[in-house]
C-alpha cells in the first residue's frame, strides 16, 4: 500500500486507466468518509489504475488532460464541485462523481445551533453557501476561486452539477432516491455501498497498547470515532449520558474549524474519570486497537451513509449505537442499536442496553465481513471506469 501525499502525482504503468482523483483542500487534515472511500479505491485499484488526488485547482488545470477520468467527491460543497465539473467539461473528460450527499433537512430542524437557522432563514441559499464558503477560505480550507461559483441559483448550480456528470455513484438507495430528484437521467445512478478494509484486523495495534498509550483506565466504554461537528451529534450523546456516572466515554476526533463554538458546548459534559477526548487524528493501526478496546461504538449521528466508523467498529466486535435514518437502517438492519437522534432518552436506552449485552451481541462483525469488504466493492468503480473508457476510445 502506497503512501498518498496531497497533489502528488503517482507515475504507474502508462497503460493501465488515468483517473484523475478530486478532493477537498483538507481531505488528510480533516479526515472524513470521502476520504476513507476515496482512499481504499485507489489502494484496492493499485493494480488496474494509474492515480492522482488532487486539491489545487491550478493544478488540476495543467494536468487534467493526461488523464481518461475525472472523479469528484463530495457534493456538499457545492461551488466547488460545481467548479471542477464545468473544468473537467471544457476539457472533454468523463465525469464520475460520488456525491456523499443527503437530506439534511432533520439536521436543519433539530441539530443546529439558534444562531444558524436565523441566519439560514434570511438568506438566499446561494448567500448563505458564500458565507460558509469564504469561512473556509479564511481558514485555509478551501480556495478562493471557488467563491464565483455562488453567483447562481443554488437549485440551479446542484441540478445542472449532477446531469453533467457522466455517472452518479451515490452510497446508499436511500441517497439515490433523494438524487434522482434532480437528475434527467437515471440510469447515471449507480448505487455503491461503503466499505470496510478487513486487512484492518491484522494490522491494529493492541486493545492494551491503545489503553495504555492514551491513559483510559475504563474497564468498559463507548467509543465514539468521528471529528466534532454539529453533524456528528456528539453533543447530544454527551448530554444523554452525563447523569449516569457508570458510563464511560472516549471520544477520538479533531474539531473541525468551523464548529469551535460548538465543541465549546461539548467541553460542559467532557469530566474527567467520565469523558476522555483524543483531539486528535490517528492513524489506522491505533484506532484500531481502540475498536478492539471498546465495548460499544456509538455513532448517533443526524445523517450517516453509513458511517464508516461504524463499519469498521462492527468489524473489530463493538456493540453498535447508531443514528437512525434511512440508510443506515439499510446498512445495519438488526445488527445495531438504532435510537433518535433529537432524543436523549432514546439514546440513552440504546447506549445502556449495548452495555449490559455481551460485546458483538448481534454477530455484526460476522455481517459485515460477508457484505461490506472493500477488495469486493471496489471492483464495482473498476467496472464503471472501464465503461466510460471503452465510450472514449
Not at 486497537?289 to 466486535?317: C, Q, R
Request: charged share 30%.
Amino acid at each position: 500500500m502506497f503512501k498518498l501525499q496531497n497533489n502528488q502525482i503517482f507515475t504507474k504503468d502508462s497503460q493501465k486507466l488515468k483517473i484523475l482523483f478530486i478532493n477537498r483542500k483538507d481531505y488528510l487534515e480533516n479526515l472524513g468518509g470521502d476520504t476513507i472511500q476515496m482512499l481504499a479505491i485507489i489502494n484496492n485499484l493499485k493494480d488496474e489504475i494509474e492515480s492522482s488526488i488532487q486539491t489545487d485547482p491550478n493544478i488540476i488545470e495543467k494536468i487534467i488532460d493526461k488523464f481518461d477520468i475525472v472523479h469528484i467527491f463530495n457534493i456538499q460543497r457545492l461551488s466547488e464541485t460545481a467548479f471542477f465539473v464545468k473544468l473537467a467539461k471544457k476539457h472533454n473528460k468523463k465525469i464520475v462523481i460520488s456525491p456523499i450527499y443527503a437530506d439534511f433537512s432533520e439536521l436543519e430542524k433539530r441539530g443546529r445551533s439558534i444562531y444558524y437557522k436565523l441566519i439560514k432563514k434570511i438568506l438566499p441559499k446561494n448567500i448563505f453557501n458564500l458565507a460558509k464558503d469564504i469561512k473556509r477560505v479564511t481558514k485555509g480550507l478551501s480556495y478562493k476561486v471557488f467563491l464565483k461559483e455562488n453567483i447562481y441559483n443554488f437549485d440551479r448550480l446542484f441540478k445542472e452539477t449532477l446531469n453533467a456528470c457522466d455517472f452518479i455513484l451515490p452510497n446508499s438507495i436511500a441517497e439515490k432516491n433523494y438524487l434522482k430528484n434532480f437528475v434527467e437521467d437515471e440510469s447515471k445512478i449507480r448505487v455503491i455501498k461503503n466499505g470496510v478494509d478487513e486487512n484492518l484486523l491484522f494490522n491494529s495495534m493492541s486493545a492494551s497498547e491503545f489503553k495504555q498509550k492514551y491513559k483510559i483506565n475504563f474497564e468498559k466504554f463507548v467509543l465514539c470515532v468521528a471529528r466534532i461537528d454539529e453533524r456528528k451529534n456528539i453533543l447530544n450523546l454527551l448530554k444523554a449520558t452525563a447523569d449516569d456516572w457508570n458510563i464511560k466515554i472516549v471520544l477520538i476526533g479533531k474539531v473541525y474549524p468551523t464548529h469551535k463554538e460548538y465543541y465549546k458546548k461539548c467541553l460542559e459534559y467532557i469530566k474527567p474519570d467520565k469523558v476522555i477526548h483524543i483531539n486528535a487524528t490517528l492513524d489506522q493501526r491505533e484506532i484500531s486497537g481502540a475498536y478492539k478496546a471498546a465495548h460499544t461504538h456509538a455513532l448517533v449521528s443526524w445523517l450517516e451513509t453509513p458511517g464508516l466508523a461504524s463499519l469498521e467498529a462492527g468489524l473489530f466486535g463493538a456493540n453498535l449505537v447508531i443514528g437512525m435514518c434511512d440508510s443506515t437502517l439499510e446498512y445495519f438492519k438488526n445488527y445495531a442499536y438504532f435510537c433518535n437522534s433529537y432524543d436523549l432518552q432514546s439514546i440513552y436506552k440504546a447506549i445502556k442496553q449495548s452495555l449490559i449485552d455481551e460485546r458483538n451481541h448481534f454477530k455484526a462483525d460476522e455481517f459485515i465481513r460477508k457484505n461490506y469488504s472493500w477488495q469486493k466493492i471496489t471492483q464495482e468503480y473498476f467496472e464503471i471506469y472501464s465503461n466510460l473508457v471503452k465510450v472514449i476510445k
